[in-house]
């Protein structure tokens, strides 16, 4: 989720995101955003900076596919 830290004007740090808002086509459901992290960490944990990331072919697919069934669904009168 994370792709890059940034510094805010507070010294707080921030990062970019693509967060998964709802199901459906990728293109309406995946969103970049800036979100803080959070460095008062345990003892237990670490930041872990992403380099790279990836979105699987399939997983697009089957969010397209779902907004499908949805919208058959509700042609067809199913929903009730």
Avoid: C, F, H
Wanted: proline share 2%; glycine share 4%.
């Amino acid at each position: 989720m994370l792709s890059e830290s940034t510094t805010s004007s507070n010294n707080s740090l921030l990062s970019k995101a693509w967060i998964y808002y709802e199901q459906g086509s990728i293109t309406q459901a995946l969103q970049q955003t800036v979100i803080p992290i959070n460095t008062q960490l345990e003892s237990n944990e670490v930041i872990v900076e992403i380099k790279a990331v990836a979105i699987n072919p399939v997983d697009i697919q089957l969010g397209n596919i779902s907004q499908w069934i949805a919208n058959w669904l509700l042609a067809s009168g199913m929903n009730k």
